[in-house]
Every structure is written in structure tokens, then in C-alpha cells.
T-cell receptor, first 114, second 114 residues
């Protein structure tokens, strides 16, 4: 069964450092998303991406965040200068189309900022 | 901002009991999805409800979408220890750049004791 894969599964970084979280969406999917889940809190939308550009971003997704699809397969989330409050599980998801369709989630990257 | 209120947050019951989880919003979504999330993994889709008043069954799980498409419920009959997990409701964005974006509820942690 096709799946979304994320690497690394766990990343520890020092405050102020840049991190890149990587995702390989399902190959024929066209819409890509990043969500995050701070420990004990709800899953929150960060950004959606379609046709090589951002469709929508949340208030969380400020200038410190960026996304890129550098080639035909990878979808990355970069945090330029990490803060302690960026510590969370980050989930990548992809869908074949937008709307009432199943989102396939990766297993997540646990980011710990120290 | 669209919000989903999910209740209860925690549910601890004995095997064989029935339970209902509620998901309520002041906004209309194009559809509503229910996910189950295991520790250390991403959410996995259980069902999508689209039409107001729709009822879908998945074995012992019954999902209902309110007539006004603002609320939904998940009912589990004769719960089993294998039903233990985190259940999430998510509203699917209704249009424009929000199309496909998921807004999650807080989640319900269900524990079924043998």
C-alpha cells in the first residue's frame, strides 16, 4: 500500500539552528500539507501546497517557516531559526485531489528544540 | 477561524460498554472526517461523511453527520480493548484556498478495560 514517509523520525536541535524536515508524499498525489501537534494539544494546520506554490498558510507559519518541493518526489519544511516552542510532532500529508478525499499522513517527525 | 470542539477529551470504559464521541462546530465544513491515531504514528482515516444527516457504519462504529453539516458523532457499540486509542474529528475546508485543509478537534483518548 502506498504511504507517506518522513525523515528523520526524531530530530534534536539547539535553539536558533535551522532544521529541514523531509517528506516523500504518495507519488501520484497533487496536494501536500504540513501539520504539527504540540504534546498534549490538537493537530494544527501549518501550510498547504499545490502546483509548486503555497495555497494557504496558518498564523503559525511565519517568516521562519518555508516549504519546498525541490524535485518530483520530496516535500520539505524548513524552520530557519528554531525556538523552544517549535518542539512538536510534525506531520506531512498528501491527497490525490482537494476536498472530500482521504489525507494520507506520514508517521511524523518529533522535533525537540533544546 | 473555523473551530471544532470535540468531547469528551478522555473516556475510560469497560469492555462491552457503548460510547459516543461528539464533534461540534459553529461553521459549516464541506465534509467531516474521523481519524484514529496510534502512539508514534500519524492519523489514519476511518470515514468521511459528506451529506447532512448521513450515517455510515464501520463494523461496530457508527458515524453521523448533523443535518446542518456542523456537527458529527462517533458511536461505538460493545467496545473492545482493541478500540483503545486517540480518535480525532477533522473538518474539511469548504472552498477557495482552504479546500482540502483539515481543522482538527482536540481528540478523544479512549481506554477500554478488559
Amino acid at each position: 500500500e502506498p504511504e507517506v514517509t518522513q525523515t528523520p523520525s526524531h530530530q534534536v536541535t539547539q535553539m536558533g539552528q535551522e532544521v529541514i524536515l523531509r517528506c516523500v508524499p504518495i507519488s501520484n498525489h497533487l496536494y501536500f500539507y504540513w501539520y504539527r501537534q504540540i504534546l498534549g494539544q490538537k493537530v494544527e494546520f501549518l501550510v498547504s501546497f499545490y502546483n509548486n506554490e503555497i495555497s494557504e498558510k496558518s498564523e503559525i507559519f511565519d517568516d521562519q517557516f518555508s516549504v519546498e518541493r525541490p524535485d518530483g518526489s520530496n516535500f520539505t519544511l524548513k524552520i530557519r531559526s528554531t525556538k523552544l516552542e517549535d518542539s512538536a510532532m510534525y506531520f506531512c500529508a498528501s491527497t490525490l485531489t482537494a476536498g472530500n478525499t482521504e489525507a494520507f499522513f506520514g508517521q511524523g517527525t518529533r522535533l525537540t528544540v533544546v | 477561524t473555523q473551530l471544532l470542539e470535540q468531547s469528551p477529551q478522555f473516556l475510560s470504559i469497560q469492555e462491552g460498554e457503548n460510547l459516543t464521541v461528539y464533534c461540534n462546530s459553529s461553521s459549516v465544513f464541506s465534509s467531516l472526517q474521523w481519524y484514529r491515531q496510534e502512539p508514534g504514528e500519524g492519523p489514519v482515516l476511518l470515514v468521511t461523511v459528506v451529506t447532512g444527516g448521513e450515517v455510515k457504519k464501520l463494523k461496530r462504529l457508527t458515524f453521523q453527520f448533523g443535518d446542518a453539516r456542523k456537527d458529527s458523532s462517533l458511536h461505538i457499540t460493545a467496545a473492545q480493548p482493541g478500540d483503545t486509542g486517540l480518535y480525532l474529528c477533522a473538518g474539511v475546508g469548504a472552498g477557495g484556498t482552504s479546500y482540502g485543509k483539515l481543522t482538527f478537534g482536540q481528540g478523544t483518548i479512549l481506554t477500554v478495560h478488559p
